[in-house]
């Protein structure tokens, strides 16, 4: 019994989907084309995990045939992830990666708002990233952490000049000092690197200190105090930033959900940056609900409202509704700054046994707020229904509506229409 415990188990899963496909704007263009195509879809994901050790790891990506000159076709969007964790009572290790290929033009369903602008060009973008986390001390007075991580960013036969290559590479450590059950000390330390092929370089570096407390069992408060040094270079000009900056955080836990708020004034390239926050998260009976209302303003920009929400349900007779907003600032290596916007809506309901309909709404936006970032907006909507033929075969339909506007150019729009079937495999080693 002890052994079947401590296995937890492993799962390896397969997936693949081939469907026929008409648009009538195949690269969301000004100039539309129309196009027939077929794409296979192709998903394989294994996990392990155990009481002390977890292993993931999953490939996708798709093939596009199509008898038409106008459709790239070959593989799109591949990607690979991985992540191996190795905890005790003490210590904890942790490496991770990823790479992903993406389409400029498709639509990205989990761009991070703060560092995501909305993108409307051709060509591929390519994704590699990784980072390694060493912990020690976990249960002692004395314990730190340490974090590697590095990413490259390769665009490809894209049309805007703006879009470059980029390599980042971050080091960050932190100290912690348990003076009782109620309070930690902290010493952390960072260091950033930014190399932008053909614009702006960057070398950040941050020093502070801070200290959490336990006021009650359901109360926790916080302060850091930081100081920041960055360095910008561009065309052999050098501009530095530095100077001290403080946040505060409290947290509180109540009896159906949560209360959190933060405030604090940093250092950026741009000179200072004021922000706050408060997030309020509700446990509803078959779901979920939080809502956050915050503010920033800068040296070079006007404050601006923030906002975000999350919240899930689940409906009667095997349905779900969610729904997703998220708003952040975004800031460019060479100053420019924007506000992103991402928002989904998506529900899905059982038909029958065998039938099910799902439906989703997504819009993203960028809105410039300095420099030579350009406006830019997409909506996308989808419609999806699949009966079961079997426990793995499945029939699939659906429809896909894309619409996006950017400065300087004409609106697009794009219709496409899917019809085919697909296949899970699922096994347990």
Do not use: C, K
Request: proline residues 2%.
């Amino acid at each position: 019994m002890a052994d079947a415990q401590d296995s937890g188990g492993s799962n390896l899963s397969l997936s693949v989907s081939q469907t026929l496909r008409y648009s009538d704007n195949t690269d969301l263009e000004v100039d539309a084309s129309s196009a027939f195509s077929a794409q296979t879809n192709l998903g394989l994901s294994y996990s392990s995990q155990t009481r002390s050790e977890a292993f993931s790891f999953s490939a996708n990506t798709g093939l596009v045939f199509s008898p038409n000159d106008d459709v790239d076709t070959g593989i799109i969007d591949p990607s690979l992830r991985f992540s191996y964790g190795r905890t005790s009572r003490t210590a904890e290790f942790n490496i991770s990666g990823f790479y992903r290929s993406v389409e400029l033009n498709s639509f990205i369903d989990d761009e991070d708002p703060e560092t995501g602008l909305t993108v409307l060009d051709a060509g591929t973008r390519t994704d590699i990233s990784g980072s390694i986390l060493m912990a020690f001390g976990r249960d002692r007075p004395f314990g730190g952490s340490f974090t590697l991580s590095g990413s490259n960013r390769d665009y490809t036969d894209t049309i805007d000049p703006n879009l470059l290559d980029m390599t980042t590479l971050s080091a960050n450590s932190v100290f912690n000092l348990r003076f009782d059950d109620r309070i930690t000390g902290r010493l952390t330390a960072g260091w950033t690197e930014v190399d932008e092929d053909g614009g702006t370089d960057q070398t950040t570096l941050r020093f502070g200190t801070g200290v959490s407390l336990l006021v009650n069992p359901t109360l926790t408060v916080g302060v850091d105090l930081n100081y920041f040094d960055i360095e910008s270079r561009e065309n052999g000009a050098v501009d530095r930033e530095d100077g001290f900056g403080v946040t505060a955080t409290a947290s509180q836990t109540l009896p159906n959900g949560g209360l959190s708020g933060r405030v604090s004034s940093s250092i950026e390239q741009n000179g200072r940056r004021n922000s706050f926050s408060v997030s309020r998260n509700w446990e509803l009976q078959n779901g979920q609900f939080g809502l956050t209302v915050g503010g920033s303003d800068s040296s070079d920009t006007d404050f601006s409202p923030l906002y975000g929400l999350n919240y899930n349900t689940e409906l009667v007779r095997g349905g779900n509704l969610s729904a997703s907003l998220n708003q952040a600032y975004d800031i460019e290596s060479d100053g420019d700054e924007a506000i992103n916007t991402n928002l989904t809506v998506s529900y899905s309901q059982a038909l029958s046994r065998v039938s099910n309909v799902s439906t989703s709404l997504a819009y993203r936006d960028t809105n410039s707020l300095s420099g030579d970032i350009e406006d830019a907006t997409r909506w996308d909507f989808n419609v999806r229904y699949r009966h079961s033929l079997s426990r793995d075969w499945g029939l699939v339909s659906g429809y896909t509506y894309s619409f996006a506007t950017s400065d300087g150019l004409e609106d697009r729009d794009s219709n496409t229409i899917f019809f085919g079937v697909d296949r899970a495999f699922e096994w347990r080693p």
